[in-house]
T-cell receptor, first 114, second 112 residues
Framework: DAGITQSPRHKVTETGTPVTLRCHQT?????MYWYRQDPGHGLRLIHY???????DKGEVSDGYSVSRSKTEDFLLTLESATSSQTSVYFC?????????????FGPGTRLTVT | QQQVKQSPQSLIVQKGGISIINCAYE??????FPWYQQFPGKGPALLIA???DVSEKKEGRFTISFNKSAKQFSLHIMDSQPGDSATYFC???????????WGAGTKLIIKP
């Protein structure tokens, strides 16, 4: 999984509670991404980072925040979890090369909000 | 304009046959078109990618065909094997922000 770990791998939480997911990379890649994957929707970008403390919103950012204080760590926080945020969350990293924008994915975190 | 439409949703192919998955896009600014393969319980993994300056790219049994005028691209898997059974995603990107726009995925089953 290209030196990417995600924690936790599985989590069940209650509606209204805050949740933080962690992505850790050992590749020293500049770009990091958080996606959610739901049946019929493919992968949808939540937030991404292009450097330490540099982040931007993706297409489904409402209800989520991120932080990146170190190159290797990218945190995704659900401020107040809702049932609609039940999903599988993937972190990805990339290092832009001249000829490609390859993204490498972590193993995913399955989050269930009850 | 940001969408990538992928078809079919699911596909069953006999072992040894050709699997074909299609994608269409609207945004002519897209300049990178990858295909990803995902096995259950795993993250997607890059399979093959193409840029619009070529019409075809082949890597082993996997080929991308690209039709710039029709704004379509497709993945062909020759001599499909049971180990190819997975979900396949097409995606597209434009160079300015390195974000990928994803198709909805195709679940491919290869029958032995």
């Amino acid at each position: 999984d290209a030196g990417i770990t995600q924690s936790p791998r599985h989590k069940v939480t209650e509606t209204g509670t805050p949740v933080t997911l962690r992505c850790h990379q050992t590749e020293n890649h500049r770009y990091m991404y958080w996606y959610r994957q739901d049946p019929g929707h493919g992968l949808r970008l939540i937030h991404y980072s292009y450097g330490v403390k540099d982040t931007d919103k993706g297409e489904v950012s409402d209800g989520y925040s991120v932080s990146r204080s170190k190159t290797e760590d990218f945190l995704l926080t659900l401020e107040s979890a809702t049932s609609s945020q039940t999903s599988v969350y993937f972190c990805a990293i990339s290092e832009v090369r001249v000829s490609s924008y390859e993204q490498y994915f972590g193993p995913g975190t399955r989050l269930t909000v009850t | 304009q940001q969408q990538v439409k992928q078809s079919p949703q699911s596909l069953i192919v006999q072992k040894g046959g050709i699997s074909i998955i299609n994608c269409a896009y609207e945004n002519t600014a897209f300049d990178y078109f990858p295909w990803y393969q995902q096995f259950p319980g795993k993250g997607p993994a890059l399979l093959i990618a193409i840029r619009p300056d070529v019409s075809e790219k082949k890597e082993g049994r996997f080929t991308i065909s690209f039709n710039k005028s029709a704004k379509q691209f497709s993945l062909h898997i020759m001599d499909s094997q049971p180990g190819d059974s997975a979900t396949y995603f097409c995606a597209a990107s434009r160079g300015s922000n390195y974000q990928l726009i994803w198709g909805a995925g195709t679940k491919l089953i290869i029958k032995p």
